[in-house]
């Protein structure tokens, strides 16, 4: 017998589909915490590391871009000064001004050009590291823990995957090269101030104390509500999701008017937090413009002052020209303009910190857990003896849906499990295919505990038909190769007849290479079924589930597969959960679930006889289909 094994309640989930904890427990989605900015930028600075030779070649270009463009103003002073007044006579050096012209028109010219391949590199760059980051957060999804995905929005995933890693590629192509361009021009742009004249670097400096007191204060809003723009984004795709995948059931029971409402609540929230986050990032621009041109005209008017008064201490250009004005103004245009485009992208930015936030929160969760080591274990030793032990188990602390659950199924059984809706029944399923993990108890396969057998291995050995069938928009054929990826297309074929596929596939016009739509739309949801029964059978699994594998079937369909059904269960251990007397009938052992525990035992004349819970069931609900 397998030891004990302890666990802790499972934490809270949300079912999107069968077998679930109840529906009280899906309520109250986690709100967003604080977000930690630095270590964000940090992670995607890791991630941009990883294309580091786009990334050494686009700063390159930024760095001739930004030396051209502080060497254009100087040049542009240095031909105005070639133009003087003596003696009230107009003076011009020609030649002079030709050759500054003629290198200002160089610089214009390569500046130009490499401005053209950094948007080239830039783009190449934000693309090569989204596609990573993209990568990495499909695999971690893929490795995650169902109950994971069953515990958050479908379509708020999907957002993340879309939307999240779209604003960080946006913000990759148009921020990094801003940046870097930015702090060169900052840098060098206040050592030619400071050259032509340290006295009008001082009074420009004014704008940029005006500036970093408006970028603090706007910036306090933008942080609030950017990152829920982003949750509530997220939100609305997930309710758009639900809306759209349950679109029939929606119109069924006329509930258009109801997701309409709750579509707008979540719209209305997220329009009130867009708005107020464009906004708020939205002021930052003309604000920056504003002090810009204030600190504009304070550097003409002292300049001009200056060059009348002939006052320019500690410059290292000597005395105050016309030239060194115009340069000036220049300098001080461009020393301004990275902080106002800084302060335009922190919009952008800051949207893209809240998308990766969300990615990395993803990330950040610890994959399937898999304490499975017997690598000897062989998919094709597998007998299918089973065994549940005093098994308790709960989706949400305190509530036990599994509790002293004892249950064994011999190799070769045939076992249908029946009981009332909520007794635990798919749970039992969904423990030992190890989608959850037990709270105590243990579980054995041929004596051996299912915690030791790796999972990839314990999955191989069983094949499970849900009610909820999944289709893949792919070929028919493709759909039932799902099951064992290297089957050839004659082993394809037989599963197929085997299951009653080829009874409405060679009709239709392209036969088995017809396309199927999203979820399989196109097909009928018997038709549907049928390929899930062909996928199990191409699988041949040593152990078979069928939870109400048959519930979607019609009745004359579901007679028409029986002996295809029986054939594909002869010799393995098949677990049945059924409403179906058809199914269950035929059943070695059927036992009744109540409450978490097995109530009762036995075959379908045995049960009856007994006139206990079984009796009930069948007499309420199996007699009246009863053949």
């Known amino acids: 017998m397998a030891e004990q094994r302890q666990r802790p309640a499972m934490e809270m989930p949300r079912m999107m589909g069968r077998g679930g904890p109840p529906p009280h427990a899906r309520m109250g989605m986690p709100t967003e915490k604080p977000k930690n900015a630095g270590a964000t930028i940090k992670r995607i600075m890791t991630y941009i590391g990883k294309s580091k030779y786009l990334l050494f070649a686009l700063l390159g270009i930024m760095l001739i871009i930004t030396l051209t463009n502080l060497v254009a103003p100087f040049l542009q002073g240095q031909a105005i000064d070639c133009i003087t007044i003596s003696d009230n006579r107009l003076n011009i050096d020609v030649q002079g001004m030709i050759s500054f012209l003629i290198m200002l028109g160089i610089v214009y010219a390569v500046s130009s050009l490499l401005t053209y391949f950094q948007g080239i590199f830039a783009a190449k760059l934000s693309q090569t590291t989204v596609q990573v980051m993209r990568n990495d957060l499909f695999k971690k999804i893929s490795y995650l823990p169902i109950k994971y995905t069953d515990t958050h929005q479908h379509g708020d995933i999907m957002s993340r995957m879309t939307n999240d890693i779209e604003n960080i590629s946006n913000t990759i192509s148009q921020s990094i090269a801003s940046l870097f361009s930015g702090v060169l021009t900052l840098v060098g742009c206040l050592l030619f101030m400071l050259f032509y004249s340290p006295m009008l670097t001082l009074v420009s400096m004014t704008s940029i104390v005006l500036t970093l007191v408006v970028t603090k204060n706007l910036t306090k809003f933008m942080r609030k509500y950017f990152p829920l723009q982003q949750s509530l984004l997220g939100e609305l795709n997930g309710h758009i999701e639900e809306a759209v995948t349950g679109y029939k059931t929606v119109a069924s029971f006329s509930r258009e008017k109801r997701e309409c409402s709750d579509f707008d609540r ?32 304070l550097v003409a008017g002292f300049g001009a002052y200056f060059l009348i008064m002939g006052f320019n201490p500690l410059a290292l250009s000597g005395a105050i020209t016309v030239g060194t004005i115009q340069a000036f103004l220049q300098y001080t245009r461009n020393f301004t303009r990275p902080i106002n485009e800084i ?7 800051q949207t893209a910190i809240a998308g990766a936030e969300r990615v990395f929160e993803i990330m ?22 089973i065994n549940f032990t005093d098994l308790c188990f709960s989706y949400v602390e305190g509530e036990q849906v599994l509790h002293g659950f004892d249950l064994w199924i011999k190799s070769g059984q045939k076992l249908a499990i029946v009981g009332a809706t909520g007794s635990g029944k798919t749970t039992v399923v969904n423990l030992l295919t190890r989608f ?116 979607s079937i019609d009745t004359r369909t579901e007679v028409y597969i029986q002996e295809a059904m029986l054939a594909l269960m002869k010799g393995r251990t098949s677990l049945i959960i059924a409403h179906r007397l058809s199914t269950i009938r035929d059943a070695d052992k059927i ?36 053949t």
């Open 436 to 551: 959850y993990d037990i709270d105590s108890g243990a579980i054995t396969l041929d004596g051996q505990s299912i915690y030791d057998i790796p999972k990839k291995k314990l999955r191989e050995s069983i094949g499970i038909v849900l009610q909820d069938t999944v289709i893949f928009n792919d070929t028919i054929a493709q759909n039932i190769r799902y099951g064992r990826l290297d089957a050839t297309d004659e082993e394809v074929i037989a599963a197929a007849k085997t299951a009653k596929v080829d009874e409405f596939a060679e009709k239709l016009t392209d036969g088995y290479n017809t396309m199927l739509t999203e979820g399989g739309s196109n097909l009928s949801q018997g038709q549907r079924q049928l390929i899930a029964i062909a996928r199990a059978v191409l699988a041949d699994p040593k152990i078979l589930i069928l939870d109400e594998a048959t519930s």
């Open 266 to 297: 979540i719209s209305d929230d997220l329009t009130t937090a867009s708005i107020k986050a464009q906004i708020s990032g939205g002021v930052m621009g003309p604000c920056m413009n504003v002090i810009g041109n204030i600190g504009f005209l």
């Open 591 to 626: 036992v009744v679930i109540d409450k978490g525990k097995v109530v009762e035992a036995g075959n379908h004349e045995r049960l009856l006889a007994e006139g206990g819970t079984y009796a009930k069931l069948y007499n309420t609900q199996f007699a009246g289909i009863a």
């Open 343 to 349: 302060a335009q992208q922190y919009a952008m930015i």
């Open 364 to 385: 950040d969760n610890p994959p399937e857990a898999d304490e499975g080591k017997d690598e000897s274990f062989s998919v094709y030793n597998v007998k299918g003896d």
